[in-house]
């Protein structure tokens, strides 16, 4: 089994920033594609940034110049650092992460999604 535990959401002042943190843990033995996606209320989930474990990034473009996506292999964690954030960013971001497991599996996996505010 793997968890994906987000962290690092909170309210932000427009304009300010904001660094998400994606913990893997689990029977793990690697870790595929990653990425990042946010829901607002009344709308559908939508991608934010997603990594690849070659390295090769795509953003959304609201989140292009704004956002960076990165990650840590050797702590299984990813990160979003979020900047010049706008009230339009608000929503639910959630982490997810192709993972092979212990046992020979490939699950794709979530995180239970961390609140992102931006409001003056």
């Known amino acids: 089994q793997v968890h994906l535990v987000e962290s690092g959401g909170g309210l932000v002042q427009p304009g300010g920033s904001l660094g998400l943190s994606c913990a893997v843990s689990?029977?793990?033995?690697?870790?595929?594609?990653m990425g990042w996606y946010r829901q607002a209320p009344g709308k559908q989930r939508e991608m934010v940034a997603t990594?690849?474990?070659?390295?090769?990034?795509n953003y959304a473009e609201s989140a292009k110049g704004r956002f960076t996506i990165s990650r840590d292999n050797a702590k299984n964690t990813m990160y979003l650092q979020m900047n010049n954030l706008q009230p339009e960013d608000t929503a639910a971001y959630y982490c997810?992460?192709?993972?092979?497991?212990?046992?020979?599996?490939?699950?794709?996996?979530w995180g239970q999604g961390t609140q992102v505010t931006v409001s003056s």
């Open positions: 990594l690849t474990s070659g390295g090769r990034t």
């Open positions: 997810n992460a192709l993972i092979t497991t212990a046992w020979g599996m490939t699950t794709n996996a």
């Open positions: 689990g029977s793990i033995i690697s870790i595929n594609d």
